[in-house]
């Protein structure tokens, strides 16, 4: 027996008839080291029932119930009991699969068998899960899908894989009596894809020749379906393919996202953004599907199964569309229907999103009312022994919700003015220095406009303005004007025409 890795090969043999021991052995394809190649041989007791070869591990089932593990370079990292005998392993990364029989055969011939899923590096129990095989078959395959899912096959031609993780239920994925083209052809598995299933075919023969090397096949992934009353067998099965791959690969984003060194790669951030538009990808082919056997059923008027089929798709724009769709085919009842499942999606994302927008604007332990334009003083006790309250306010969030932010607490004491209150000040200097602005203004144009009219002489304002040229550098007779209108009460309006803008605080004072 013999196992592949990226990083090397593992073999082993059980004891022979002759009485030789069982032996393993194991040889990296890179060292750096001069002897790199170890064996082992087994007690006397002990035989080789499986092996496989992960990235950083070596992994051994006897027929003693032991998982016997080992580094790459010969180390015996652990020992480990298996609950029953051993079948089949398989390896991914540092996780190890092991199927065991969990009791004996039933009467019509099933096997009843389990598989534990272990943590090589830390030598732990992952995960455990009955293992299904067809009534009357054996288990033929075990491995990992390229997503990562737990994926078996057994001797009928099944194959079956899990979707949600290590505990989740198993799904057909692959029937052979569908695929098979002759009565006499199988499939021996290779590998298996979220699309596809690689696999040698096989004519008359149980296992594929060494020489000349088979010929490796890629079939797609044919679930088993049962014929509809609409004769859309085709379309449900691609629906079923669809809505496995779309599984198949959250599993492995899912995956990515814990850290799985195998789906990460090299480029971990490259990979999570891959995985992530691989999932949309198979989401928006699903939704096609949908919307092909929706269109069928509305067209034998199965409108239920129609709106059934509506709650499937993955998108709002496929929805949306599938309302246009009911529209055209004027079916009323049916695009009233899905215009309220519509309505439902939309709530719910917008909910959604205020959940997300609450949790990203409202720090730990912050107030649950936000204040504005309270300064903080107000936030004071009067006891000098209890500590000022946070100011508190109100910020934009990520959608133009307002949320609440917790400012620091200030650290000058009560009777000195803080930073809130010189900001305060600021921001009403702002307001007078716009006020000052437009009283400038207007100051400008009523100059302008006297001086255009050219008034009496006997309005002394008037005279003196007319005199001075406008736009000279002297201001002598401007600030006449002035000192005269300061005389009537308008001191606002002098010192905005003598300081400006920035100047006029100044000048007032």
């Not at 099944?158 to 199988?186: D, Y």
């Not at 919307?291 to 509305?298: D, G, I, N, S, T």
């Not at 220095?433 to 002489?457: G, H, R, S, V």
């Not at 003196?464 to 600030?479: F, R, S, T």
Request: proline share 5%.
């Amino acid at each position: 027996m013999a196992s592949l890795s990226v990083k090397g090969l593992a073999l082993a043999r059980g004891r022979t008839a002759g009485g030789e021991d069982s032996t393993i052995m194991y040889r990296p394809f890179t060292s750096w080291g001069g002897s790199s190649d170890w064996n082992f041989t087994l007690p006397e007791e002990e035989s080789a029932v499986a092996v496989a070869a992960g990235n950083s591990f070596v992994a051994v089932a006897t027929s003693s119930g032991h998982l016997r593990l080992f580094s790459p370079a010969g180390v015996q990292r652990a020992v480990l009991s298996l609950a029953g005998p051993a079948v089949a392993m398989a390896a991914r990364g540092r996780d190890v699969a092991v199927a065991w029989h969990s009791a004996a055969p039933g009467a019509l011939g099933e096997q009843r068998l389990r598989v534990s899923v272990f943590d090589a590096l830390e030598a732990s129990l992952l995960s455990e899960a009955a293992l299904p095989v067809s009534s009357g078959a054996t288990l033929s395959w075990l491995g990992f899908a390229e997503g990562g899912a737990l994926a078996s096959g057994d001797s009928e031609g099944t194959v079956r894989c899990q979707l949600a993780g290590g505990n989740g239920a198993w799904s057909p994925i692959f029937a052979a009596a569908q695929a098979r083209q002759a009565g006499s052809e199988r499939y021996w598995v290779v590998g298996l894809s979220d699309a596809e299933l690689c696999c040698v075919v096989l004519n008359g023969v149980d296992a594929p020749t060494v020489h000349p090397r088979p010929v490796l096949s890629s079939l797609d992934l044919a679930p088993p379906v049962v014929p509809s009353d609409m004769g859309a067998v085709e379309l449900e099965r691609n629906l079923l393919s669809a809505s496995a791959r779309v599984g198949v690969r959250r599993a492995a984003a899912a995956a990515a996202a814990d850290g799985d060194e195998e789906a990460l790669g090299e480029d971990s951030e490259g990979n999570l953004a891959r995985a992530e538009q691989d999932i949309m990808d198979a989401e928006r082919e699903m939704d096609s599907h949908v919307l092909r056997l929706l269109q069928k059923c509305a067209q034998v008027d199965r409108l239920q199964r129609a709106l059934e089929l509506a709650a499937m798709l993955n998108s709002e724009r496929a929805l949306m569309g599938a309302v246009t769709l009911a529209n055209k085919m004027r079916k009323p009842a049916l695009s009233e229907r899905m215009g309220l499942l519509l309505e439902a999606r939309q709530a719910q994302r917008e909910r959604e999103q205020q959940a997300a927008l609450a949790a990203v604007a409202t720090p730990r332990h912050a107030p649950t009312q936000a204040t504005q334009g309270v300064a903080p003083s107000a936030y004071l006790d009067d006891s000098a022994d209890r500590e000022e309250a946070p100011r508190v306010t109100t910020g934009r969030g990520i959608f133009g919700a307002a949320g609440a932010i917790a400012a620091p607490k200030a650290s000058a004491p009560a009777a000195e003015p803080s930073e809130g209150d010189e900001e305060g000040e600021e921001e009403m200097t702002d307001t007078e220095e716009d006020e000052d602005e437009d009283e400038e203004a207007a100051t400008q144009k009523a100059l302008a406009a006297a001086a255009a009219a050219k008034p009496k002489a006997t309005n002394p304002f008037a005279r003196k303005v007319i005199a001075d040229p406008p736009g000279g550098a002297k201001a002598g007779g401007l600030a006449a004007a002035v000192k005269s209108m300061q005389g009537s009460g308008k001191r606002k309006l002098s010192t905005t025409v003598l300081g400006g803008r920035k100047g006029s605080k100044k000048a007032a004072k």
